[in-house]
Structures are given as C-alpha cells and as structure tokens.
C-alpha cells in the first residue's frame, strides 16, 4: 500500500469538475505590475550559472520579515529571458504566497512543467493562511484527480480547512474528520506530531470528543497544543472530570492550557469558584494572565456575583495595557451589574475611552435588572444617538425595564421601533417580554390577544410569561389557559408550570382543583426540580 493511490471513490470534497488549467494572469503580462527594488549586484545573466546565487537569493527574501523586494527579481528574469528550472519556479512560487500575491502564486503553479507533491502543499497552505478555504480544498482535489499522493502534511492542511470553515460560511461534512482519517490509514501515512494535533482538533471542533480521545491516546508524546484541545472539548460537553485529568497530566503547560481550564470551569455556578482557584495558582507558576484569561475570569465573578474578587482582577487589569481594552471594560460592566453594584459598573462605564454596543447593552440591563428604569431608559436613547445601532439583547434590556417599571406605552414604542426604525424582526423572547409588560400592568386579555396576533407559533416562554402574570392577578381562568398550552407544547420539560397553576388554584381556595392536578402530575411522573439558590459570604 504505501506506493498506492487514493481509492478512486472519495468524497466529495476531494473531487470538481471545475476546470483549473485557465491561468488567472493573461500570459503576455508581465508581473508583478509595479516592481520594487532588487540588488543591483546581482549579475543576471541567461545562463545556468544563475539557478544557486538566484535560488539563495530567493530564499533569503522568503525568509526576511519583508518579501516584497524579492518580486523584482521575477521582473528582472523575464525581462532577461531567462527560463527557471522548477527550484527557482518553486521559490518564486512561495515568495508570492508569503507576500499574498495568490494570483501570481497560482500563475506560477500553472505554469511549472511538473506539479509536485511540494508544490501542492504550498498552493494548499498558502490559500488556507488567507482564509480562502473553498481555493486551498480545490488544490486537493487537483492533487488527487492528478495521482500524487498526499502525505501527512497535506492531511494535516484539509484537516485544518475542515476547522476553519465555520468562519468562511464554507459548508463541510461534519464527518470530513473520519474521512480524511481513514485515508491516513489506508495511504499508509506515517503520522507525526502536527497530524495528531489536527486529527484531535479537528474532532474536537466537529463534537466528536471520543473519537479525539482515541486519537490523543495513540500519541507516544502529549504536547500542550493536543491537550488543550482535548480540555476545550471535554468542557464544552460538560466532562470536567476528563478535562481535569487532562490538565493534570499534561507535564508542560503554558498560558493557553490554564486558559482553557478558567474558561471551561466560568460557564458553569457549580464549578466558577474552580476558575478562581485556577486563575491565582497559574500566577504562582509565574504566568501572567492576558486578555482571554481576564474575560474568562470576571465571567466566572459574574456567575458567583463575587464582586471582590472581581476588583481584584479589575485591579490587576488596571497595571496592564488591557485596562482600556473595550472587551475588558464591558466584562468588568457587566460583572459588576450583575453583581448588583450598579454604581461601580456606572464608574467603569463613564471611565471607558471606548464603548461598543456590548458595553451599552451591559449597562443598560443592569440598569433594568437593579431598579434603575430612568436610567436604563435615558441610557437606551443616548445610545443611539451616538449613533450606536442596538441589538436584539440592548432591546430586551429594555423592554425588561419598561416590564419592571409597568410602562406599557413606552414599552409598545420601543416594540415598535424594533421594526420601524432598525429593521430588526422580533424574536419570541421579544414577544414574551411584551406579554410579561401587558401582563404586570393587569392587561391579562391584552396580552392574550398579543399572543394570538404572534406570527408563527409562539413558545412556552410566551405562555409562561402570561401565566406568570395570571398568578400575579390570581385570574384562574387565564392560567388555567397559558398552563394547558405550555403542556401541549412540553409538559415534561416546564414542571413549573403545574406548580403555577396549582398555587395560582390554591390563593383562589380552589382546593379540589388543586388535588386533581397534583394527582394528575402524579400520575404522569413530573416532578418540580429542586430549587437552590448562590449566596455569597465572606471566607
């Protein structure tokens, strides 16, 4: 097997019927259009002698911090007439894909005698360095339909392209990972290193964190990068029993594994103290947190509303260049509004050179949720008259407060405006706040109305929402209504529901109403969860 080919069957990533001989540069150009300066020592003269002075010359331009100079001397060997052996074509070749020329790169790669497996890889990596993934996938399937084999350096680039596709709205098989791996193992490949990191990173980003395991097990030796991977995986599934065992054996860790442990640990109230922990043991090893650690961190403060150990941090922050970062400052905003210390998130706010709509967003809510209705709302208009546009969040933020405040006619406005003004459709958690706004105020028959008005069908959120108020107003009738259309749509997964409905039955001394249902949740096996709640202590 190890002189065969690629099965004629693959996927279809690996195949096109586009045709790729149509050079993207006309031939009688000549390029590049604007040449730079080149060595006016260089003796050019259309002999043999000029492949290794050219050819080291070349390279020292691919690997100085400024290419761009070395693009005269492909001027310069046209001019001279001159024809390049594939060395110097190759050369030429990654010069232009260092300098982000892909067009003269791929004019280039077109026009070499030979194609070789080397020079694949470069058009493939050069392109994905670029974030043109659909271009570097199409280079592979040249490869392939050419009969070259690719080896691990090629599988380890697809394998990249299957992880970057997410930001290049290129859609992918999600199964492109097995895939590329069964071709590892029926090539032969040997792998090494990068190709066990790309195999594991690209299960990992596809959830498939067993098949990554299997992978990361098969490695003689772990490195950090495969591990955090593996950490990253196991936590955004919730395994933080494997995410821990992983960190605890990796021998050489470094800032991004500690990071991804403090991340993993901050999306969870049951495991954000473990953040902390880990947060102030990663400075004992003397790594010094940086901006991914800080947003990681004051989220896990914004779970645990700690907000002293939030000014810790917002005073470790203040020492580095990060203090005026805009993603800092909305964190620490929001951290210490949901912390309920509304003035400290105010003082952030006004102090922030920069704000984006987070940054308002964050106040706003915070505003809303701690009281502070004129504020919020006097806020929500300077907004956009700095001409900050809002999002969906900034509009809940306001509706909450317009809720919470029981202004409906301000609250149908903004609504309204939603549409109007920003072109923004509302979403059911918008609908449901309208109901939550008609429903404190006592309009139970107008929020009922408002839900039948909804385009499409409207959630357990919405009905929630109006069973909620029907408590509040001890109206049976209209509970009784929002509880049986939550049931239609999922009894199992909103027990709350019937608990609503039975206390709403039980402050109108319905009694015999209030036993029929209990033995009717009885009977279907719904249990109300367990409430808790997070208080916070001094240690």
Not at 66 to 84: A, L
Not at 134 to 151: I, K, N, T, W, Y
Not at 208 to 223: P, S, W
Not at 296 to 309: M, N, Q, Y
Request: net charge neutral; hydrophobic share 40%.
């Amino acid at each position: 097997m190890k002189n065969g080919k690629l099965p004629r069957t693959r996927p279809s990533v690996f195949s096109s019927t586009n045709n790729h001989s149509n050079p993207l540069v006309s031939s009688n150009q000549i390029f590049p259009p604007k040449p730079l300066e080149y060595n006016e020592s260089l003796s050019y003269r259309p002999t043999v002698t000029w492949s290794t002075p050219l050819s080291s010359t070349l390279q020292q331009y691919i690997n100085s911090d400024t290419p761009f100079g070395g693009q005269s001397i492909h001027t310069r060997i046209i001019k001279s007439g001159f024809i390049p052996n594939t060395n110097i074509s190759i050369k030429l070749l990654i010069l232009y894909l260092k300098c982000g020329a892909l067009n003269y790169a791929r004019q280039m790669f077109d026009g070499l005698p030979q194609r070789t497996l080397s020079a694949y890889n470069y058009m493939i990596s050069g392109n994905l360095r670029h974030g043109l993934v659909q271009e570097s996938l199409g280079f592979v399937r040249r490869l392939v339909l050419s009969g070259e084999r690719p080896d691990g350096y090629t599988f380890s680039m697809i394998l990249k392209a299957s992880t970057s596709c997410r930001s290049n709205a290129v859609l992918l098989p999600r199964s492109l990972g097995r895939i590329v791996h069964a071709q590892i193992v029926k090539c032969d490949v040997e792998p090494d290193d990068v190709l066990y990191t790309a195999l594991v990173d690209s299960y990992v980003k596809n959830g498939m964190v067993g098949y990554a395991r299997t992978v990361f097990d098969m490695m003689l030796e772990k490195n950090v990068v495969c591990s955090t991977s593996m950490i990253s995986g196991y936590m955004s599934q919730g395994f933080v029993e494997d995410a821990e065992e992983i960190f605890s054996k990796t021998m050489e860790k470094d800032i991004v594994v500690y990071n991804a442990m403090i991340e993993g640990y901050s999306k969870s109230i049951e495991t954000a103290k473990k953040a902390l922990e880990v947060y102030v043991d990663m400075q004992r090893f003397n790594f010094l947190p940086n901006i991914s650690t800080f947003a990681s961190v004051i989220g896990a403060c914004s779970v645990l509303a700690e907000f002293e150990f939030g000014q810790q941090v917002q005073s470790q922050l203040m020492k580095t260049e990060l203090s005026k970062n805009v993603k800092m400052g909305s964190a620490l905003v929001d951290m210490y509004a949901k912390c309920g210390r509304i003035e400290d998130a105010q003082r952030v706010f006004n102090h922030m050179p920069e704000k984006n709509v987070f940054t308002w967003t964050s106040m706003i809510d915070g505003y809303g949720k701690n009281g502070n209705t004129d504020e919020a709302l006097e806020l929500f208009l300077r907004m956009q008259e700095c001409h900050v546009q809002p999002n969906y969040v900034t509009f809940l933020g306001a509706l909450s407060a317009c809720g919470h405040a029981g202004l409906v006619a301000k609250g149908h406005e903004i609504f309204e405006s939603m549409e109007r003004d920003y072109s923004m459709k509302p979403k059911m958690e918008h609908y449901a706040c309208m109901v939550d706004l008609l429903g404190r105020a006592g309009s139970l028959e107008q929020a009922l109305k408002f839900i039948q008005q909804i385009p499409g069908k409207p959630n357990s959120d919405v009905w929630a929402a109006l069973l909620s108020s029907s408590r509040l107003h001890e109206d049976v009738e209209m509970a009784n209504i929002a509880a049986n259309e939550i049931v239609k749509l999922n009894a199992n997964d909103r027990p709350g529901a019937y608990v609503a409905l039975s206390n709403t039955l039980a402050a109108a001394g319905k009694w015999d109403n209030v036993s029929e249902l209990r033995e009717g949740m009885k009977l279907r096996g719904i249990l109300k969860d367990t409430g808790y709640s997070w208080v916070g202590r001094d240690s």
